[in-house]
């Protein structure tokens, strides 16, 4: 990611990276021959990954994106099991256990989609 963000800036960046994080997860699958790809989705990404979609009126993703497995037509199927999960409460279970855990940020973000569409509604 340095080395496209060294040949194009930060503009279009998002979109490397976009394709990067899809393809990660499933090449990693793929070396490790897995029957399915387990993700941490969780109720919050969903809800914004519809908010998204119905504002940017993508509606043909809408199923895609609520059901629990997906892909299942492809190579590898993905799931969604903490889809009926708050991040709140994901955040707070290991914060209980006294788990140390990291968040990282994007040091190449910009501005994040979510958060711009965010402040149009809330404000």
């Known amino acids: 990611m340095d080395e496209i963000v060294k ?71 993905r799931c969604k099991p903490f889809k009926y999960t708050y991040e709140k409460e994901i955040v707070i279970y290991p914060f209980f256990l006294y788990f140390i855990f990291l968040t990282a940020v994007d040091r190449f973000l910009v501005i994040e989609h979510g958060l711009y569409w965010g402040k149009i509604i809330l404000f």
């Open 7 to 77: 040949l194009i800036g930060l503009k279009n960046n998002c979109t490397f990276c976009g394709v990067f994080r899809r393809q990660a997860p499933d090449r990693g699958a793929a070396l490790l021959k897995v029957d399915k790809l387990v993700t941490g989705h969780n109720a919050d990404d969903i809800a914004e990954t519809v908010l998204l979609n119905i504002l940017r009126g993508d509606i043909a993703r809408l199923s895609r994106c609520t059901s629990i497995t997906t892909g299942e037509d492809g190579p590898i199927p």
